[in-house]
């Protein structure tokens, strides 16, 4: 078989790589010694076929093993390199879009799962195969998610975490990256603006799992015995969030014997902040109703229109009524970065917990989340079982360095690298910088929809990296703004998305609102976007909304 | 240039940083311009120092700009191999031990996170300091988890995942994986048994929370309205699970609000089995006191002891008293793929929910744990809230294959992609022999241990691969098996786990169990392992053992 190698890796620099392998893997350190190695060294890349993994370590400790194992690492990563090298490419499509029974059809029998092991030749063929249908969430013109971009320190940190491969469970078999998440969380706390960075928190798997820790402490703060009796002996709880938030702090309703009957959607105003006034109310009828409220939620950046809910004003009414102050701002938390949009979170260090995501405006790989709390043990009196089995108590190290007991999680995935290295290489003024300039972005996108004909915006004043606008076509302009173009405008998203993932050159996405028809949400959170790639989706959009 | 911690900071170098961060956000790209502007600044590419991330790929998308992104890349990937190499080295340690506060002393300041950025050259000096302390879980003498080895597919797998960067969210941004999904889930329902692997499941981060899937699924069968009005209008829940069971079962009583006093822990006989018997009783006692009895969980490979209990029978007892039948395999799972020991899950078949985690026995990189479930559709139900701004119903696609709203996460981390591609290097006979190898390795431990002097088993007959004992210092042979020596004896295993860590040599488990004082837990999981690492642990405890 032949193997088409990715062209990034010139002969030379595979040279390198192998040079750099094997002599690392001798443990020698003498450059003429490298240099003799180098030249005698002759590799022969394609020699997977019939070679399988039992030939690699851990089985084969050979040095001809080693070789091999290295062989096929670097020709694992030389496919690696190459898609990250398309991803940046703007002349390679977003996605190669296909039906999934074509999909199926394309991969055929690829994905199939056999008795029989497969040579690495076709292993390497796999992955190839596997990126040539994935979509580029790094490619500049991807603007479909929260999550987007593709940060080469987060990459290799993630590389890197697999191959230390363990779980954050014990200080014992986790001893650096525990000390880690200490740090960065520590760090997160401070930015949030909690003295000294005091209080508690722990990465959990993604936002929603963040919200629920959340909730979790709140019911416990309010009603300690539910943890062993259950909701039935609790009074009848009840949480509010506005009409935009997460749904996920719905569903944790849901998840936790709440209800989601139980959880109140407050209202917002035009721009789509919760109303203060009517977190007040709804408070007030569910006490009337004998219900006990507990827990509120505000957005810091929701995930449709980008916008941040009053946190002061919502924290006042909180407090007045004893309830846990929450603040989801796993997409907009990065802004506490950036001297200039730090405001959008003003007053969230009166929170009493909040849920901030690094893979989203930080640029972290998935997952990145951090739920963090002001006070301090609430976490471990909540979730411990203190299951001695599992976490000694006679350990002859500090066991406080243990977090397993707090986590609802047992096994827990090394999330804190990645991002202590992204740390590390930015700073504070690189994310600082990260975020203004995509602030700038999306400034420019919102004076190209005003000076264009057909974009009418959702909300007049977008104050954060969502923005939300319809595309009328030239054939609905004149039509009066009433319920029957709106019939029709809400297709026009849909089936100019359509073709956009048909053609594959950009992706951004559409939803409806409440009664608002269809709509674009275009969302810049991708490193690699300059404002060429913002004019050409503009330009995409018109030009396929006119073949409508 | 040498890679001392953090002295590689000038302050010229951070002036450059910073206006490198400040011309980049302004999109200029061209080096020269930059050079010009920095005066007699003189890069030297080949080295690291003094280069930051800025000048990587996405922002400098220049052909040095990527052939500079492969050469760092490249840097890692040798860091990375270099640690892989010595992880398979029997003359390495195991770990390097330091207590919390000498670990903080040894990494310094290189742990801190400031306002500058650090150059490319710190960055990989971070990645070697930081597994110079981590604990090499794939070394061949690492017994200490039930999750242990590094495999290079799994591993490979896992860096294309994070090049790949994207959400298990739809199909829209992740067709290809979720297609894997489907074929892996039917793989894994199809050897369970359930009819042409019909069923449901999602991958779940980690065995506790898959097991938290379970319990809700089956909360929402017996009480669906739960979901809508919480736990507060439901019967006062019961369930059932064995007193050696993962204490997540309970944690999710607890998470769920049902409560921990409501989950019934079962007695189990002396190999550590729930007796049937007992849970009949105590289903009846729950009835009684005006309990609804509504799940049971039994374990296929304890945490401790590796017991399997009598599935057959629970489901008998289940079945009759109408209960929601889950199997928590996280750990024996595997044990599925092999025709000589999947008879230890005889019954598993007729389970609803299965939790069953690929990270553990099949050697799978942290982390892979499958919920599987025989009814299709019960997880949308119990779990969807149709957030139509999420999900769109008026895609081009066939919508069934966004699998985002059954999930109670929103983002999703792809753990499919490195068990897909695992599986096809192995095939299914190379999990079983897999299996089988770390079987043939238990029983060898057992016949060693019981030729020598001083160990005693806690269960004479282990049917997994747990193989728990105590050491019996010589000094302590002649005393009468009482509560005197179990006091003694209980100091033992901490001390001799206390000096092998600060050897750093090998790492195996230990804990208390009930009454019985602090025994040695081996488990064989690794693939690594050759019977001489097994000879060495038994030396190293005897050896140590000598020296209390």
Redesign the interface.
């Known amino acids: 078989m032949s193997y088409e190698l990715g062209t990034?890796?010139h002969q030379r620099?595979r040279k390198?790589?192998a040079y750099?392998?094997r002599t690392?893997?001798l443990g020698k350190n003498s450059i003429q010694e490298n240099e003799e190695l180098l030249g005698s060294f002759e590799p022969d890349w394609s020699k997977f076929e019939n070679v399988?993994?039992?030939e690699?370590?851990?089985?084969d400790?050979s040095k001809q093993g080693?070789k091999r194992?290295?062989q096929?690492?670097?020709e694992?990563?030389d496919?690696?390199?190459d898609?990250?090298?398309k991803s940046?490419?703007r002349s390679t499509k977003v996605?190669d879009?296909?039906?999934?029974?074509s999909?199926?059809e394309a991969?055929g029998h690829c994905?199939?799962?056999?008795?029989?092991?497969?040579d690495?030749e076709?292993?390497l063929s796999?992955?190839k195969e596997?990126?040539k249908?994935?979509?580029k969430?790094?490619h500049?013109r991807f603007f479909?998610?929260l999550?987007t971009?593709?940060?080469?320190?987060a990459?290799?940190g993630?590389?890197?975490t697999?191959?230390?491969?363990?779980?954050m469970?014990t200080?014992?078999?986790?001893?650096?990256?525990?000390?880690?998440e200490e740090?960065?969380l520590t760090?997160m706390r401070e930015i949030i603006g909690w003295q000294e960075g005091k209080g508690d928190g722990i990465f959990a798997?993604?936002?929603?799992?963040a919200n629920?820790y959340a909730v979790?402490a709140a019911r416990y703060r309010i009603c300690p015995e539910?943890?062993?009796?259950?909701?039935?002996?609790?009074p009848?709880?009840i949480m509010f969030t506005s009409e935009h938030s997460?749904?996920?702090i719905?569903?944790n309703?849901?998840?936790?014997?709440?209800?989601?009957?139980?959880c109140i959607a407050i209202k917002t105003d035009a721009q789509g902040k919760m109303i203060p006034e009517d977190l007040e109310k709804q408070i007030e009828i569910a006490k009337a109703s004998g219900g006990v409220p507990f827990f509120v939620s505000a957005t810091g950046g929701t995930?449709?229109l980008g916008t941040f809910d009053p946190i002061n004003e919502i924290c006042d009414v909180a407090f007045k009524h004893g309830l846990w102050m929450h603040v989801d701002c796993a997409w907009g938390g990065g802004a506490l970065l950036s001297k200039q949009y730090k405001k959008l979170l003003n007053g969230i260090e009166r929170a009493d917990s909040v849920t901030w995501?690094p893979?989203k405006l930080m640029g972290a790989?998935?997952?990145c989340?951090g739920i963090l709390l002001k006070e301090k043990g609430i976490l471990e009196n909540c979730?411990s079982?203190r299951?001695?089995?599992?976490f000694?108590q006679?350990?002859?190290?500090?066991i406080s360095?243990d977090t397993g007991d707090k986590a609802?999680?047992?096994?827990?995935?090394?999330d804190v690298?990645k991002l202590?290295?992204m740390?590390?290489?930015?700073?504070?003024?690189?994310f600082e910088?990260?975020i203004?300039?995509l602030m700038?972005l999306s400034i420019y996108l919102q004076g190209q929809l005003r000076e264009r004909e057909g974009f009418e915006f959702v909300i007049e004043e977008p104050e954060f990296l969502n923005v939300s606008f319809w595309y009328v076509p030239k054939n609905m302009r004149h039509m009066p703004k009433d319920s029957q173009r709106d019939v029709l405008l809400d297709?026009v998203a849909?089936k100019i998305?359509?073709m956009m993932?048909e053609r594959g050159t950009t992706m951004v996405g559409?939803?409806?609102?409440g009664d608002l028809p269809?709509f674009f949400r275009m969302v810049i959170s991708?490193?690699?976007t300059?404002?060429g790639d913002i004019d050409f989706l503009i330009d995409e959009i018109e030009r396929l909304g006119e073949e409508l």
């Open positions: 990034l890796m620099d390198r790589a750099l392998f690392k893997s399988f993994m039992e690699l370590l851990p089985k400790i080693q194992t290295s096929f690492i670097l694992v990563v496919i690696l390199i898609y990250i090298r940046n490419d996605l879009f296909h039906h999934p029974h999909l199926k991969l994905l199939n799962l056999d008795e029989d092991p497969r690495l076709q292993i796999d992955c596997t990126l249908y994935c979509v969430t790094g500049p479909n998610q999550s971009g593709l940060d080469m320190i990459m290799t993630e590389w890197l697999a191959t230390a491969n363990t779980n469970f200080y014992e078999i986790a001893p650096v990256f525990t000390l880690m740090i960065v760090k798997p993604g936002g929603a799992i629920l979790l539910v943890k062993e009796e259950g909701m039935r002996v609790s009848r709880l997460h749904f996920s719905k569903r309703a849901a998840i936790l014997g709440i209800g989601t009957n139980n995930t449709v995501n893979h790989t998935l997952q989340s979730n079982l299951a001695n089995y599992l000694q006679d350990k002859h190290y500090d360095y609802i999680q047992c096994g827990r995935h090394n690298f202590w290295l740390w590390r290489a930015k700073g504070d003024i690189g910088s990260q203004d300039r700038d297709k849909p998305k359509a993932m559409y939803q409806p609102l269809n991708n490193p690699a300059i404002p």
